[in-house]
């Protein structure tokens, strides 16, 4: 038996669950030996068809949609096609990047695939730094201390990996990602925090509706204690 997913959120036409890091959303070619999906796994508990809204990447965790109906799907499809939806994140990264900026960088439409010939779509990315660490530790001999940041990001368009590789545009990947990532601090990190995972989690999601802004939270895991600001 598998534990129930948290439901953060449900009405008529919405469920929202706080997705585990290590979890799909839905079955997919890229990962096709995992039978576990985030949608498999709540239609059971729920006993109803669903429509995922948006994607998390298997290692992120947090907030993730479903409709319940055909029409509610397609509402918020259109919802989140016209930018009306705000999603923002925490995110452990290499580095100590500005107080705040915005990453403003056009992305290929397909991270898994060279960028080389494809298309590039336009991505913004805000955030906002709210720590900065250093830590007693040497990556690769280079200096005796290490340096890492806590930053909110909020995606202001959904590009795949949207987050991961502005941050890497900028040079600082976050930790734990393996593809586009550095190896040796994900590793370093890991040790440290005694916490091997991408260190991505959707803190918040905020929808329109006709009463105001609807606005659903998943507080991080027990990890991230150590990293948010008291």
């Known amino acids: 038996m598998h534990s129930p997913l948290s439901l953060l959120y449900r009405d008529d036409t919405l469920v929202a669950i706080d997705k585990p890091a290590g979890l799909l959303v839905h079955p997919s070619r890229l990962d096709a030996h995992e039978e576990r999906s985030a949608l498999k796994l709540l239609r059971d508990q729920l ?26 799907a397609r509402h918020w499809g259109l919802t989140f096609e ?4 705000h999603k923002r994140y925490f995110a452990l990264v290499r580095g100590w990047p500005a107080e705040s900026g915005a990453i403003d960088q056009a992305l290929a439409r397909d991270p898994e695939l060279p ?3 494809q298309e590039r779509l336009a991505a913004v990315t805000r955030y ?3 720590a900065c660490f250093e830590w007693p530790f040497s990556v690769a001999g280079r200096h005796p201390s290490s340096r890492y940041a806590l ?9 795949r990996h949207q987050i991961r590789r502005h941050f890497k545009h900028i ?3 976050l930790v734990g990602d393996t593809t586009h990532g550095k190896g040796a601090h994900n590793r370093a990190v890991a040790q440290w925090l005694d916490t091997s995972r991408l260190w991505l989690h959707a803190h918040q999601v905020e929808l329109p509706t006709p009463s105001g802004p609807l606005r659903i939270d998943a507080p991080p895991g027990e990890e991230w204690r150590v990293l948010l600001p008291s």
């Open 151 to 159: 930053v909110e990001a909020e995606p202001l368009s959904g590009r």
């Open 171 to 173: 040079a600082h990947p």
């Open 82 to 85: 016209k930018g009306q939806v």
């Open 128 to 130: 906002r730094r709210l």
């Open 47 to 72: 006993g109803e068809r669903l429509w995922p809204l948006h994607r998390l990447d298997k290692a992120t965790s947090g907030v993730l949609l479903f409709a319940r109906s055909v029409e509610a």
């Open 115 to 117: 960028s080389a010939g």
